[in-house]
């Protein structure tokens, strides 16, 4: 990897990083716009088709902490499936 591309790469991780951390914080904490939609109508909650690990963008018990750890864990995650699918379909020159 030429050294321009990883300084690029870094820069990349530690902004999504930044933005995980900050993202607890800055978000409302109104619903978004199909929970108060569903609220409004009364659409009954229903049990999720598959659970999520970190249900909520969080982890339990936690409070602010398990929402950022959340975010930090699902970006990390994020980005080592995006780079395994890179290495996957990169072509030899």
């Known amino acids: 990897m030429k050294s321009r591309d990883k300084k690029l790469l870094i820069g990349g991780v530690i902004i999504a990083l930044i933005i995980a951390v900050l993202a607890p914080f800055l978000a409302s904490q109104n619903p ?3 929970e108060s ?4 109508v009364k659409v009954p909650e229903t049990e999720p088709a598959i659970k999520s690990p970190m249900l909520d963008y969080t982890i339990p018990g936690l409070g602010k902490t398990g929402e950022v750890l959340a975010l930090i864990i699902g970006t990390i995650v994020v980005l080592i499936i995006a ?7 990169k072509t030899e020159k």
């Open 83 to 89: 780079y395994g699918v890179s290495a996957a379909l």
């Open 37 to 40: 939609t569903a609220e409004k």
């Open 32 to 34: 978004d716009g199909l």
